[in-house]
């Protein structure tokens, strides 16, 4: 059996060891704590600075408890106050942090009894200690924001152009960029935009778990992840779509603070939500005229650039039809224009614009692409009647001739000739036209005729009925 | 006058009288007013007057036993602790648990005993069970206390899992998830055979243990009452008998050649009988049978007060002690507030489950239920299979011949799981090859039932050649304890995003 005595010391050392824990956590828990020593050190400041001995002496009572601010409908305690204690005393100014008052005037529109302090700064409000209410390196979803970057919370409950002379010029510059630099063109953002790119009205709360981030390097949080994005969004996320290397720095902070302020999915009560952010809404983020040509910028410039001749984006790796090449608009429609734009081309990069745009917006943004010549709602065919053709003899010519560029299966860099407004609007004198014609400033050729590749009327029957084979629909 | 003066005398002597009525023994400080206390005291009654030395040396029980009822009573203090601050409600129990953090007077440090101390628990209780198995104390007369402490086990394990929903961080949220999910499995079979629209009772388990079909408040209030109420309560009766029938089967289990190994008793162990005994046997009539004491003097025992409480005490401040440095060291982790929208990938279930999470990658019914069963079935079973007496209370009983069974399970249950596993990782299994097989035959053909399949044939093997069913014992459980041991570590280290096998979190894909 363990000697008698063994079993006593084991006792005593356990029991001595368990006490010594013990006390040293009771005592660093509750009397060693670092807000004590910060409450402790503001007392003294205030008495230093106490213009009356009656001050002084009110200074030196301050009582050292926990502060907090509790704004129940917002779901808010934030415990911030328990350090930064001279936020709203103006005798403190000139002192360092945690005791400076805070800084400008917007506490007095923002008291932080209604507003707490989280909803603008983020971070781990319930924490008492600096580094666990930053909040970076833990398990919280939205960290402190550096100082630079707080005016993005302004756009949660207000319209960023109207304060933007109100401390928040980065974040309405952020906002006006996205606009020209035609970002709604591949992302949906309040209902206007494509569908290439991620939806962004919500892009503001999004949490580092929801983002790519084993190739950012250094602290992984959100607000990181979108500046150094924004400059290489596929040093970030590899095969992204994202067009490269067009913001500068100083853009890329722009956009970072604007899409930080994006939070529609988030309830907010309705005292907070500014007067100017109702008005805001209601014009669906749009800033300037809604003319044709700020549609066409905004929507379709930054893929088909000018639009009237067909350019190899080396990016996406293929010619980017040229929507407004007279040649193409002398045998197209609006109702196939109209058909692309809003539904897209399946298949293709070309998403479908369906939101935010009401048919006013779409009958502008078509007079735009037609220019000055005529493009009637439905063009009258007035091709000559084809023989029928044979869609084998088609196919064959098809391999021959066209699939060097439209073939989808070898590396394709023209249009996609299966798609479904190509089938369904687009008419058979459309494309008998431009077999015959070609695109002059495009890639595309004249097949027949002098000069043309030399196809006679039966071949191009042939092509017809066999491209016609192509449709989506009839597989 | 006389009654005025015996009234007197008597209200003076009242805090004397209560006391004596209180405590009916004298002051404990010889060796038999000390037994007589034990004897006399509900809660000292716990131990026998007098224990054995052989029980108190090191080697017989580790102090594993009670190391697990002493987790189990701080758990219960600081429990108790916590419960006057967290709310069980989905809006306000995430926040609750930031304030215990925070600002609650040494609530960090409370919780961080009760995260600590509860996996301690779980391992000691599962070091608990492999040391009863190899020194043989189930056999005759303790075969139910076996099973009693197999329910201590599935208690323990089961007080473990539904405090893990309680701080409603991710972590909790999708290891529930996870486990409402295995609950569910026999829908597997159930599907297979084209019954679930009529029987299911996969679903039925599932909206029992979650109260609906996600986890949510509904879920958070059960497992609240499960872990703070009925699981405790029903601890407390099962720890109630597992102690009772420690002391009637004899106290704990020690070689019938003890007393010769022992040796002389030393000085400090007095003779039993200096005083006359003042009390009859009559009791004696009602034993059924022989009992361990027949036929044997009380010589080699010592009194429980002061060696088996000194003892007792001395465990209890040593799993004291090493949990309170546990949790000066490391903080409990608190994730994210749980979010139903960003699934954690990979979700994990509690560490102890993931030997089981493994083969539910294969197949949740398996996994979650046929495996699970057949483990605790075969565990319950041991004592009532090896009836071979003799062994008890050596390390895995006399000889060389037991030792060479367990080295040689050890090396066949660490070679096939490893071996199996090795096989699914690097090659795959049944669905990487044809793509359409039904999920039927995974469920019975999956590395979790071929493992098993393997252990049983080999321990039947070893019956066999043995002739011994306690060397087939000694090959079954060694093998399953190899089994749990490998998986829990692949579970735990080696499963990312999509239950993937990476050496290392570094190798984990960009998602």
Redo the contacts between chains.
């Keep these: 059996m363990a000697g008698a005595l063994t079993m006593k010391k084991l006792l005593l050392v356990s029991s001595l060891a368990a006490l010594g824990f013990l006390l040293a956590s009771s005592l660093s828990e509750n009397v060693f704590v670092s807000w004590k020593g910060y409450q402790k050190e503001y007392a003294r400041l205030l008495a230093q600075r106490a213009r009356t001995p009656a001050e002084k002496k009110e200074a030196l009572a301050m009582p050292v408890e926990l502060r907090q601010v509790v704004v129940p409908d917002l779901g808010v305690v934030d415990r911030c106050v328990t350090c930064h204690l001279g936020m709203e005393d103006p005798r403190m100014a000139g002192t360092a942090n945690p005791f400076a008052p805070h800084p400008g005037d917007i506490l007095k529109a923002h008291p932080p009894e209604k507003f707490g302090c989280t909803i603008c700064h983020r971070g781990m409000g319930a924490a008492v200690s600096f580094r666990e209410a930053k909040a970076v390196e833990a398990h919280w979803d939205y960290p402190l924001l550096p100082k630079d970057l707080v005016e993005s919370s302004c756009g949660i409950c207000h319209d960023p152009a109207a304060v933007e002379s109100r401390g928040a010029s980065v974040l309405s510059r952020g906002a006006r960029l996205f606009e020209e630099m035609g970002c709604h063109g591949c992302h949906r953002l309040g209902g206007l935009g494509g569908s290439l790119g991620a939806e962004l009205d919500s892009v503001g709360r999004k949490t580092k778990h929801q983002l790519v981030m084993a190739n950012l390097p250094g602290e992984k949080t959100a607000y990181r992840w979108l500046d150094l994005h924004f400059k290489d969004p596929q040093g970030i996320v590899p095969n992204s779509l994202m067009m490269p290397g067009y913001p500068t720095d100083d853009d890329a902070y722009a956009l970072t603070v604007y899409m930080l302020s994006l939070q529609a999915g988030r309830e907010l009560p309705d005292r907070l939500v500014a007067r100017d952010r109702h008005r805001f809404l209601s014009r669906e983020h749009d800033f300037g005229e809604r003319d044709g040509k700020t549609l066409y910028d905004r929507l379709c410039r930054v893929c088909h650039g000018d639009g009237t001749f067909g350019v190899f984006d080396r990016f996406l790796g293929r010619f980017v039809p040229a929507i407004r090449n007279p040649a193409f608009l002398r045998t197209t429609d609006r109702e196939f224009l109209r058909a692309n734009i809003v539904g897209g081309r399946p298949g293709t990069l070309m998403a479908g614009f369906e939101g935010g745009m009401n048919d006013a917006d779409l009958g502008k943004l078509l007079d735009y692409i037609a220019g000055p010549g005529n493009v009637p709602e439905r063009r009258v065919e007035t091709a000559a009647k084809l023989p029928p053709g044979n869609p084998e003899q088609g196919k064959r010519i098809f391999l021959e001739q066209c699939a060097g560029c439209h073939d989808p299966a070898k590396g394709q860099v023209a249009p996609t000739l299966s798609s479904r407004p190509l089938q369904e609007k687009g008419s058979d004198a459309m494309i008998l036209k431009t077999i015959a014609n070609g695109r002059p400033g495009t890639a595309m050729v004249a097949f027949t005729g002098p000069g043309g590749a030399g196809l006679d009327g039966g071949e191009v029957a042939d092509l017809l009925s066999y491209l016609r084979t192509l449709s989506a629909r009839r597989k | 006058m006389e009654a005025w003066k015996e009234y007197v005398a008597g209200v003076k002597a009242v805090p004397r009288s209560v006391w004596d009525s209180l405590v009916r023994h004298g002051a404990p400080v010889t060796d038999r007013s000390r037994m007589e206390a034990v004897f006399q005291n509900l809660f000292l009654h716990i131990h026998p007057t007098r224990v054995h030395?052989?029980?108190?040396?090191?080697s017989s029980t580790l102090g594993l036993g009670l190391i697990c009822a002493a987790s189990f009573v701080l758990l219960v203090a600081t429990g108790v602790l916590l419960m006057f601050y967290y709310k069980p409600s989905t809006l306000l129990a995430y926040?609750s648990i930031?304030?215990i953090?925070?600002?609650v007077?040494?609530?960090?440090?409370i919780r961080n005993i009760h995260r600590w101390g509860a996996h301690l628990m779980v391992i000691a209780v599962i070091f608990h069970m492999a040391r009863v198995f190899y020194t043989s104390s189930y056999k005759t007369p303790r075969e139910m206390n076996w099973v009693f402490g197999l329910v201590l086990l599935v208690l323990t394990l089961g007080l473990s899992f539904s405090g893990y929903l309680l701080p409603w961080?991710?972590l909790a949220y999708w290891a529930t998830t996870i486990g409402a999910n295995i609950a569910q499995s026999p829908k597997e079979l159930t599907d297979a055979a084209g019954v679930t629209r009529y029987f299911d009772p996969g679903g039925v388990q599932k909206t029992l243990l979650l109260g609906s079909r996600s986890v949510g408040e509904e879920a958070l209030i059960r497992f609240y009452v499960l872990h703070v109420m009925v699981l405790p309560l029903l601890m407390l009766l099962f720890l109630g008998l597992h102690f009772w029938r420690i002391r009637k089967d004899g106290g704990l289990s020690r070689p019938e050649d003890a007393d010769e190994r022992?040796g002389p008793a030393g000085e400090?162990v007095l003779p039993v009988f200096t005083q006359a005994p003042k009390k009859s046997y009559g009791l004696m009539a009602v034993v059924r049978g022989t009992s361990p004491s027949v036929g044997r003097g009380p010589e080699n025992t010592?009194p429980a007060w002061?060696?088996l409480m000194?003892?007792e005490?001395?465990v209890f401040?040593?799993t004291?002690?090493v949990t309170?440095?546990l949790?000066?060291f490391f903080d409990a982790?608190?994730?994210?507030?749980a979010?139903p929208l960003?699934p954690e990938n990979p979700a994990k279930a509690p560490w102890y489950f993931l030997g089981l999470q493994e083969i539910v990658s294969f197949s949740a019914f398996a996994g979650g239920v046929l495996l699970p069963m057949i483990t605790l079935l075969g565990l319950g079973l041991i004592p009532y299979l090896d009836r071979e007496p003799g062994g008890v209370g050596h390390w895995l009983g006399k000889g060389e011949r037991p030792k060479r069974v367990f080295l040689e399970s050890a090396a066949f249950g660490l070679g096939a799981v490893i071996g199996i596993e090795a096989f699914a990782v690097r090659v795959g299994w049944l669905r990487n090859w044809v793509p359409e097989i039904p999920q039927i035959v995974i469920t019975f053909l999956n590395p979790g039932t071929l493992l098993t399949f393997l252990y049983v044939a080999f321990s039947v093997h070893i019956i066999r050649r043995e002739n011994s069913t306690r060397m087939g014992g000694i090959a079954i459980f060694t093998c399953f304890l190899a089994g749990f041991l490998v998986l829990t570590l692949i579970g735990t280290y080696f499963r990312g995003p999509n239950w993937g096998f990476y050496w290392s979190p570094s190798d984990?894909?960009?998602?």
């Excluded at chain 2, 982790?333 to 507030?337: S, Y």
């Excluded at chain 2, 984990?508 to 998602?511: G, L």
């Design positions: 030395r052989w029980s108190l040396r090191w926040q930031q304030d953090h925070f600002v007077p040494s609530g960090r440090f961080d991710q022992l400090e010592v002061p060696h000194t003892a005490a001395a401040m040593l004291l002690s309170v440095a949790s000066w982790p608190l994730k994210e507030m979010n960003i984990w894909p960009v998602h």
